[in-house]
């Protein structure tokens, strides 16, 4: 990926919960415009990354750069101030509060920069999820969990982010949806937004990626275009499986 | 008992329960966002209240000092970590607010001779040196623990009480002070005589709660700060900062509490340490509506008004302890109906 910009560089990063150490010197790459995936088994360290990238969590040795730029230890407002949005495992939606609402907020960084364009932007939203659009009066609490999913994704393109940051997208949802959240992953690389997607569904995660990393134990163990891992034997029998069962 | 004592004593319990209904919402919102259960809320109450005293007596009340006090101790470690973080550009914002406002308070109460303003002015006046306490105080004794414990968050709202109680003794002394009534004028209903002070209260309570209502529900910044109460990290991760959100939960709750220290200044007296009393009852109130409804915990608090007004006449002595004890069956029917439900953190 010599040719395409590096949007996001991790270097070396080592993240501690006390004194067992979940990240072990792994580094990865995200070019701009592109869908880099992190596939690996439960405990591997992908949601430490995430957390670690965005500033919810402090990293104990290595360098994360965005678009150049050293963040050292940026909290989670600055990351958002510079374009990066994460949508957690967990979707953290505000579940008392309508879908409209929880757009709104997702354009605050936005607003607080003097930006007053969210209607516009939630129109662009809602063409991308027309089913949010019927369900705006609604409270995000009563929504299933396929359109959770989608109203978390809407909420941080609600910002207009630069670089996206999914962790587990498929949790927990029907094979048909998972189609449809990929199928919008897809969507948003072509409008331009680059995205480091964490998954445990590693076939869906490599077919819509072009570079993956296999993350075991707080290591890389593995990286390449995600056409090549897709063959490599090893990836097929731990994660794939014989035969496509998944 | 008879219907016209009956309706004195309601009224007079709607008076109190309307300041206790505002003083219990601002706990609920602390709360919400913050997890502070804030005890310091009733000195605000007194602070609200002793200022405007001060202005009228023509005196120069204390809570000028503590601003300017605390303004120049938070632009310290404000100025220190942003240079220490190379943030140089914030220095701007911090020292506007917390050294160049104080020093405008200060010419405003010197120059000009606030004991001959208006009575708005006054009070517009006295909430201006009050109010930004709130966030300061934020600032130095709760930002820096935003991550502790509830315990932990209690124990360190019970110093900051003790501590500015005994700040008004100092800046305001043992005396009470009581102020002028807003209205003089007084309405015969039947057979109850209502006072203007009265509907002064009520008015400006229920105005003041629509206008905090119509801030959560219409504004994004208040929408902003119920987001924070119902999912911390989903907040931030919109870029909605803890720090903003517990600042702008105090100043509010700072503007509620002294707020309803200037409406009940003209019905009783007020001492540096009435306060307290007065934010424990609201306290009654939240902990009606759990800490976590409003509308329950405003009507909770107008129950302790009326049940506080009616148990004076009848057990003037006991008044306090029914009003408390108020509490524990309260807090038995909660345990039994409520569902535990683990905070999804």
């Known amino acids: 990926m010599a040719e395409v910009k590096t949007i996001l560089e991790v270097e070396d990063l080592c993240v501690a919960y006390g004194k067992v150490e979940a990240l072990h010197h792994a580094s990865i790459k995200v070019g701009e415009g592109q869908i880099v995936t992190v596939i690996g088994p439960n405990g591997a360290g992908k949601t430490t990354m ?51 609402d929880n757009l709104l907020l997702g354009a605050f960084m936005r607003h607080r920069a003097g930006h007053r364009d969210h209607e516009q932007t939630m129109e662009e939203v809602f063409r991308i999820f027309p089913r949010l659009k019927e369900r705006r009066e609604q409270h995000a609490g009563t929504l299933s969990g396929g359109e959770r999913q989608m109203l978390a994704l809407a909420r941080a393109l609600m910002a207009k982010p630069k670089l996206l940051l999914l962790d587990e997208p498929s949790l927990g949802l029907a094979p048909l949806i998972v189609r449809e959240i990929f199928r919008v992953i897809a969507d948003l690389k072509k409008s331009g937004v680059s995205i480091l997607l964490v998954e445990q569904n590693a076939r869906a995660a490599l077919q819509v990626a072009d570079y993956a990393y296999v993350l075991e134990t707080g290591e890389i163990a593995l990286e390449g275009a995600s056409d090549q891992l897709i063959d490599d034997p090893k990836v097929v029998e731990s994660y794939l499986g014989l035969g496509g069962k998944h | 008992m008879d219907l016209q004592i009956a309706l004195l004593l309601g009224q007079d319990g709607i008076t109190n329960g309307a300041i206790y209904a505002l003083l219990s919402l601002a706990l609920v919102l602390v709360f919400a966002v913050t997890r502070v259960i804030f005890i310091p809320q009733g000195e605000f109450v007194a602070f609200g209240a002793l200022t405007l005293a001060s202005f009228q007596a023509g005196k120069t009340p204390g809570t000028l000092w503590l601003l300017i006090g605390a303004g120049v101790v938070v632009a310290l470690v404000d100025v220190t970590l942003a240079l220490r973080s190379g943030m140089p550009k914030r220095i701007l914002r911090i020292v506007g607010w917390n050294l160049v406002y104080p020093a405008v308070a200060a010419a405003v109460v010197f120059l000009l001779k606030p004991s ?106 208040g929408k902003a700060l119920r987001a924070t109460a119902m999912n911390r990290t989903g907040a931030r991760l919109m870029g ?21 220290g200037i409406l009940i200044a003209p019905i009783t007296t007020v001492y540096y340490d009435t306060g307290f009393l007065i934010g424990l009852k609201g306290f009654v109130g939240a902990i009606v509506g759990g800490l976590a409804s409003y509308p329950i915990a405003a009507a909770g608090a107008v129950l302790v008004g009326l049940l506080e007004s009616f148990s004076s006449f009848w057990a003037s002595a006991f008044k306090e302890v029914i009003v408390f004890t108020l509490i524990i069956p309260v807090l038995v029917w909660r345990s039994l109906t409520t569902r535990h439900v683990e905070e999804d953190e």
């Open chain 1, 50 to 100: 995430l957390c670690s990238i965005m500033g919810l969590l402090p990293h104990t040795g290595g360098a994360i750069r965005f678009l150049g730029q050293e963040l050292g230890d940026a909290e989670v407002e600055q990351m958002v101030a510079l374009g990066i949005n994460l949508v957690p495992e967990s979707r953290a939606l505000f579940g008392e509060m309508s879908v409209g």
């Open chain 2, 116 to 221: 001959e303003f208006p009575l708005l002015a006054q009070i517009v006046l006295a909430l201006a040196l009050v109010v930004p306490l709130g966030p300061m105080i934020y600032r130095l004794a709760f930002q820096p623990l935003a991550e502790a414990s509830v315990l932990v968050l209690l124990i360190v709202a019970v110093a900051v009480h003790l501590a500015l109680v005994g700040l008004g003794l100092l800046f305001f002394g043992a005396e009470g002070s009581r102020t002028p009534a807003f209205s003089d004028a007084s309405f015969n209903l039947g057979p109850v005589t209502v006072s203007g002070q009265t509907l002064w209260v009520v008015g400006a309570s229920l105005l003041l709660i629509v206008v905090l209502f119509a801030f959560f529900e219409r504004t994004i910044y």
């Open chain 2, 240 to 260: 909605i900062s803890t720090v903003m959100a517990g600042k702008l939960s105090f100043l509010l709750a700072a503007l509620i509490g002294a707020f309803s």
